[in-house]
């Protein structure tokens, strides 16, 4: 039977290549979500009559909201069914992008920002849903590995077409037009779900039985909610010091969040079924790797709104900045993407050669070399489009390769979780770093634009992350994780 053949007898739930088609649509949008936004974030600031520090927030609630809910939709997911939570997930983010489009004053807009981060459960239930309805194929693993690999490379075409896109219209239209593009994306995703994805008999779907199952144990709601209240409370804080950097009700909160975290930790080692298995964070050969993951979110995930809000103030009017439109500067961010791709690709190939410690650690040293370069070098488009391609390359490498770092580094029971772990330690990374850039860059802001102080900040701060990681990477992180 050929491989064709063998893609479209799946029962029950129609074929496995009509199910990867469907799910390749949601994440080309995605995709889109990722990139079609980042060069308008100036023009959103203006909209709403906020500083372009404050767009930082926006990264910052969402990545926070997104550490929530990738846990949380994974096990919701083994317990009612993959396709349910990936449906759920779906509606929620539409209904997300287009109260974008319609949101009344800023805190609504940041609001509706941080609920359309549910998108980022998509490619983690996508896998499992595919995982799953590819059980009945000779070769589910290398089936599943392929229909992952055509998802991701969906993923990073729609960040592409989604960031050049958003720069060019943008030029050309009003907001709320540009804001209306990918809310009705994200309404065919809804469909594409409904259609292409057929529901499975429960008796064919193991995930979906798990409530069913009298062995199984409660959700761990205790441990949800102590963690979201930390993660509230975290947030407060730094919105307090963004005002002021004495105000004691921001460190009590700081304080009191660590305390639930504290409280937390308690939970979940007590929880049969936890959240987060916390006992994976004192392993010594999964630590440094969750670490690493941590410090490389602060630029991967935190930096990219100080990029774009950098590319788009005008030097004549600051005496910083790039004075790009918003189409120059989805180009840059359409180069970073590409680039990143490439190193993704450039990984399996130099790691064969130079073995995978040496590779990673040069990968964090590609990116801290990036960052380092911005300080001297950040006074025109040609400078910029460099330093962006080498942290690009750097990046693409360390976004590949660190989820099967930590899957080798783990024990053989537990590697879906710790790569699990590692992506949501490398979000709450980009979201402590996008809040803490967003105070740094309105220390000194006059007028609309953020401070030259506050982007030197963000440069240096991200050079020092990825050169710690390296650091980790070539001298503390075990041999058995390559």
């Known amino acids: 039977m050929n491989k064709t053949s063998r893609l479209k007898t799946l029962p029950a739930g129609g074929s496995l290549f009509a199910v990867v088609g469907a799910l390749a649509f949601v994440e080309f949008v995605s995709g889109i979500i990722q990139g079609y936004y980042t060069p308008l974030l100036t023009d959103i600031a203006r909209n709403f009559g906020v500083n372009d520090a404050d767009v930082n927030w926006l990264e910052g609630a969402q990545l926070m909201l997104?550490?929530?809910v990738v846990p949380l939709f994974a096990k919701l997911g083994d317990r009612v069914g993959h396709r349910r939570m990936l449906?759920?997930?779906?509606?929620?983010?539409a209904a997300a992008t287009l109260a974008l489009a319609f949101a009344p004053g800023w805190w609504w807009f940041m609001a509706a920002w941080a609920l359309q981060g549910v998108y980022v459960v998509w490619l983690p239930l996508e896998i499992?849903?595919?995982?799953?309805?590819?059980?009945?194929?000779?070769?589910?693993?290398?089936?599943?590995?392929?229909?992952?690999?055509?998802l991701v490379a969906c993923l990073q075409l729609g960040a592409i077409a989604g960031a050049l896109a958003g720069g060019a219209l943008i030029d050309?239209?009003?907001?709320?037009?540009?804001?209306l593009v990918p809310a009705a994306a994200t309404v065919l995703c809804v469909i594409a779900v409904l259609i292409g994805v057929k529901p499975r008999p429960r008796a064919a779907n193991p995930a979906a039985n798990t409530a069913a199952n009298p062995a199984a144990t409660g959700f761990d709601s205790a441990g949800m909610a102590v963690i979201a209240t930390a993660l509230v409370?975290?947030?407060?804080?730094?919105?307090?010091?963004r005002v002021s950097l004495t105000n004691p009700w921001a460190w009590s909160a700081l304080a009191l969040s660590l305390g639930f975290v504290a409280l937390f930790v308690r939970i979940e080692r007590r929880h049969p079924d936890p959240l987060i298995d916390v006992s994976m964070?004192?392993?010594?050969?999964?630590?440094?790797?969750?670490?690493?993951?941590?410090l490389f979110g602060m630029s991967v995930l935190g930096a990219q709104a100080p990029l774009s809000t950098f590319a788009r103030t005008d030097p004549?009017?600051?005496?910083?900045?790039?004075?790009?439109?918003?189409?120059?500067?989805s180009l840059l961010i359409g180069v970073y993407v590409l680039v990143m791709s490439i190193g993704a690709l450039l990984y399996p190939r130099l790691r064969a050669y130079f073995g995978g410690k040496r590779v990673l650690a040069g990968a964090a040293l590609t990116v801290a070399l990036g960052y380092g370069l911005f300080v001297p070098f950040h006074h025109d488009y040609l400078q910029v489009l460099?330093?962006?391609?080498?942290?690009?390359?750097?990046?693409?490498?360390?976004?590949?390769?660190?989820?099967a770092a930590a899957a080798a580094a783990a024990p053989t029971t537990q590697t879906g979780v710790a790569t699990g772990l590692t992506n949501s330690v490398k979000t709450v990374g980009g979201a402590v770093a996008s809040c803490v850039f967003g105070i740094a860059l309105l220390s000194g802001a006059t007028g609309t634009a953020g401070s030259i102080s506050g982007y030197y900040t963000v440069w240096i701060v991200c050079s020092a992350s990825a050169f710690i990681a390296a650091l980790l990477l070539m001298f503390v992180l075990p041999k058995r994780a390559f």
């Open 66 to 68: 997104s550490a929530l």
């Open 87 to 93: 449906l759920i997930s779906a509606v929620l983010t």
């Open 128 to 150: 499992a849903l595919v995982w799953i309805r590819a059980a009945d194929h000779p070769d589910s693993k290398h089936t599943t590995a392929k229909a992952a690999g055509v």
């Open 172 to 179: 050309s239209l009003p907001l709320l037009t540009v804001l």
């Open 233 to 241: 409370l975290f947030t407060g804080a730094l919105i307090l010091l």
């Open 281 to 294: 964070f004192r392993n010594n050969a999964l630590w440094p790797v969750f670490l690493t993951a941590g």
């Open 316 to 329: 004549a009017e600051h005496g910083f900045g790039l004075g790009a439109p918003g189409f120059k500067t």
């Open 386 to 403: 460099i330093n962006m391609a080498i942290v690009g390359c750097g990046s693409g490498m360390l976004v590949a390769a660190l989820p």
